[in-house]
């Protein structure tokens, strides 16, 4: 009887180990990484980092609910997203301006103090409803302010659309870790 305890024993202990060690694995996957799932940049596991926002970084944020934000809910530009935010869903973007950087909107594109992003067009559907802000539009951006979008997909739903993003919106910068191409 007593081999037998030990053998249940080990197998118990056994289980157990495996138990916590995928529990310590599934934590930190869960704590260190997020799982993109919008078109706005590929699909897959980004990483979570702490440093300092610079141009060009990828950031999750979440963005303050806004006639703009009703406007993309109602048009489906939200399709399948959790509202992770409360009233909003999180978002995946790219830093394409700074405070105090000089933002210039056009039918042609996107110019950050004077050059063009790439893919960034407005979407001709969203120019023909009065919803949209940023037509043929200049500005400086302030102190805390960001103009976040994609220049990985036109077809992207941002700050082109919905206007600067503060900086208490943003909540961490993420790196492409695995894509799914």
């Known amino acids: 009887m007593t ?23 599934f934590s930190y996957l869960v704590n260190n990484f997020e799982y993109n799932t919008t078109r706005s940049f590929p ?7 702490s440093k300092d926002l610079e141009r060009n970084d990828l950031v999750l944020f979440c963005p303050a609910y ?3 934000m009703s406007f993309a809910e109602e048009n489906g530009y939200w399709t399948g ?6 009233t909003t869903p999180q978002f ?4 394409i301006g700074l405070p105090y950087d000089n933002i210039s909107i056009t039918l042609d594109g996107v110019f950050v103090n004077d050059l063009k992003i790439k893919n960034s067009e407005p979407l001709k559907a969203i120019l023909s409803d009065t919803i949209f802000i940023n037509y043929e539009k200049d500005f400086q951006l302030q102190i805390n302010e960001y103009f976040l979008m994609s220049d990985y997909n036109s077809k992207s739903y941002d700050s082109r659309y919905f206007g600067v993003v503060k900086r208490s919106e943003i909540k961490i910068v993420v790196e492409p870790f695995y894509n799914f191409k």
């Open 3 to 25: 081999n037998k305890m030990n053998k249940v024993f080990r197998r118990l202990f056994t289980l157990l180990i495996i138990v916590w060690f995928s529990f310590m694995v």
């Open 43 to 49: 699909l897959g596991l980004y990483k979570k980092n």
């Open 66 to 68: 806004s006639k703009y």
């Open 81 to 86: 997203l959790k509202k992770k935010c409360g």
């Open 92 to 95: 995946l973007k790219k830093i």
